[in-house]
């Protein structure tokens, strides 16, 4: 928009003047038209940022005052007008320190009136209570503060939220119960209130939030029977009750779950009772988790139908054979330790998957060669645990045919072999062979590992140097050199 000059009427410098005349007034009215976001939501915004006291990533760096605040990183605006609809913050899961945000939630987001979803997830470091703002913005929909650090309780008026379709607190240090205004919270799709330091029982009003497709309540602390509540959700995809206190045996209202559930996943409780029948009926089930409880009797052979599931852990429970032959075509993790199964050997629907990456039948009672065991594919290996079963014959073919394997345990096995022969894939962290009949010398490549245990076998022979304990060596025929005894 170079101005059009007529050099007969105006000297050189004239021109030059005006022209930069010209280009400063098209700049600053430039910048009259970017700070278009609305004063008063435009200072909500610096409100929130003066609460961050550290932004170790700069996340907050072009918010700066003048400039038009719906370019802010995380702010959107809505499309036809100048009012910031959503604020939406990500960090990083993992503990990168570059990602975090440190501080507290500005009750100045309070002038967002038109704010329709708050999105803080993974900023690590963002501390205070619930921010009680929120009750102040009429359109507020999706509240997301997942992975932060804040604390208290859940406001006993909660369920005055009612337009909430999603609620996520999880991962933070909320104390004290849930309220049960939150059987008002009908609109609600997602739940999430995972990883925080909830007690009490569940209210039974959850049972009202028909339209959940999420529920997770994982690592908390809540107690007493899973309420009989599930005969009116149609579209629950996740139910993620892991790793609380919750005793008593599998409602049957979770029938009605069926077909479309998911993710089922009740480990780390104190569940009693039989698995019911009725889990069969679960074609989409994905991941079943029932690890770490108390079940008792057989696994129903309905399981036979259970033709989809990927991610399977009954571990750690007080299960009895016969243990039913899957119609699954690949499972991706397997976990039966631990009960009080006799399979006999690795079932051929393990072998035949062309996709697992994570085997654990530690106690198991499997009494078979090692070399019997023909898995089709082992490229996705990480972790195989065959603990305490009566395995022989050697480990070397299954675990030199894994490229990417991870961890290898089978402590108290009949394992015999010469540990020279065994191939350390990059990946390899963990290794327990202890008490097993190993024999040879141990070979330098251990000294990279993580975890080793080596301890009561038949090896000798002098040590790599190493940063291992002596009890991963100990009870072995003729080993020396720190940490055992130096050699003669
Ligand atoms: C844009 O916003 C104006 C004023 O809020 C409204 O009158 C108009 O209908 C909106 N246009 C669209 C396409 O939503
Ligand atoms: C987290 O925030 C607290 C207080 O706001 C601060 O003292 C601490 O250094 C922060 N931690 C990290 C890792 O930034
Ligand atoms: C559940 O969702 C459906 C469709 O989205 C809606 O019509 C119904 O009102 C919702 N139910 C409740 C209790 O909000
Ligand atoms: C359920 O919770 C457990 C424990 O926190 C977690 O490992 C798992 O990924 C969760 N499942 C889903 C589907 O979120
Ligand atoms: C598997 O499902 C079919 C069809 O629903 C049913 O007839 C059959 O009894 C089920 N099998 C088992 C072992 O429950
Ligand atoms: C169940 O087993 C799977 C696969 O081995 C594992 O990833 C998961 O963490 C286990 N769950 C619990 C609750 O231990
Ligand atoms: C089996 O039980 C033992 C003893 O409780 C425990 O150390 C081990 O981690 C369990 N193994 C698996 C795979 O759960
Ligand atoms: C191993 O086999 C012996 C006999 O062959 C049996 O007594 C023992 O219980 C078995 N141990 C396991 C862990 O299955
Ligand atoms: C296993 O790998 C080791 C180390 O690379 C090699 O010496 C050995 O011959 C391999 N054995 C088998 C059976 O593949
Ligand atoms: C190795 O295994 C033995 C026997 O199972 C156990 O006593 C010892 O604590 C283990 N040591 C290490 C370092 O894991």
């Not at 430039?30 to 008063?40: G, K, L, S």
């Not at 997301?144 to 939220?161: D, F």
């Not at 141990?442 to 190493?466: A, F, R």
Request: proline share 6%; net charge positive.
């Amino acid at each position: 928009m170079k101005p059009k000059m007529n050099p007969t009427h105006a000297s050189t410098a004239t021109a030059t003047a005006f022209f930069f005349l010209i280009a400063v007034l098209t700049l600053l009215h430039h910048e009259a038209n970017a700070a278009t976001c609305h004063p008063e939501e435009e200072a909500g915004l610096l409100g929130f940022k003066s609460g961050i006291k550290s932004d170790p990533s700069g996340m907050l760096k072009n918010w700066i005052a003048g400039t038009d605040c719906c370019k802010w990183a995380g702010v959107e605006c809505h499309y036809n007008s100048t009012r910031v609809e959503r604020l939406y913050l990500t960090g990083q899961p993992d503990e990168n320190p570059k990602s975090i945000l440190s501080g507290t939630i500005s009750p100045t987001l309070s002038k967002l009136k038109l704010l329709d979803g708050l999105y803080l997830i993974d900023l690590q470091n963002i501390s205070g209570p619930f921010p009680t703002f929120v009750f102040q913005l009429p359109n507020i929909q999706y509240i997301y503060i997942e992975n932060n650090k804040l604390s208290g309780r859940i406001p006993e008026n909660i369920g005055t939220l009612t337009r909430l379709g999603a609620l996520s607190l999880a991962g933070n240090r909320f104390t004290g119960t849930v309220p049960g205004s939150i059987a008002k919270l009908t609109e609600l799709t997602q739940l999430k209130l995972g990883n925080n330091l909830l007690t009490g029982t569940l209210p039974k009003g959850v049972g009202n939030l028909v339209n959940l497709t999420y529920l997770g309540l994982e690592g908390n602390k809540f107690r007493g029977t899973i309420p009989d509540f599930f005969s009116s959700f149609t579209n629950l995809r996740i139910l993620n009750l892991t790793g609380n206190r919750f005793s008593g045996n599998i409602p049957s209202s979770i029938s009605t779950l069926a077909p479309k559930l998911g993710y089922l996943e009740l480990g780390h409780n104190s569940l009693s009772g039989k698995i019911p029948d009725f889990l069969g009926k679960f074609r989409a089930l994905d991941t079943l988790d029932l690890s770490w409880n108390r079940f008792r009797g057989t696994v129903p052979g309905s399981f036979r139908n259970l033709t989809k599931i990927f991610n399977l852990n009954l571990s750690n429970n007080l299960l009895v054979d016969p243990f039913p032959e899957m119609n699954v075509k690949g499972i991706e993790s397997l976990d039966l330790s631990n009960n009080s199964f006799h399979l006999g050997t690795i079932p051929k629907w393990v072998a035949s998957s062309p996709i697992i990456f994570s085997l654990k039948l530690a106690g198991c009672g499997i009494n078979m060669r090692l070399e019997d065991f023909k898995p089709s594919e082992t490229y996705f290996y990480d972790f195989i645990d065959l603990s305490g079963n009566n395995i022989t014959g050697s480990a070397i073919g299954l675990v030199n045919s894994t490229e990417y394997l991870v961890g290898f345990w089978s402590a108290g096995n009949k394992l015999k072999f010469d540990l020279g022969g065994l191939r350390f894939g990059q990946r390899f962290k963990y290794l327990d062979l202890s008490r097993n009949s190993v024999f040879g010398k141990v070979p330098d490549s251990v000294v990279g590992l993580q975890e080793l245990n080596l301890s009561y076998n038949h090896l000798c022979g002098k040590l790599p140097k190493n940063k291992f304990p002596a009890s991963a060596f100990v009870g072995n025929d003729c080993l020396c050199g720190a940490p055992l005894q130096p050699c003669k």
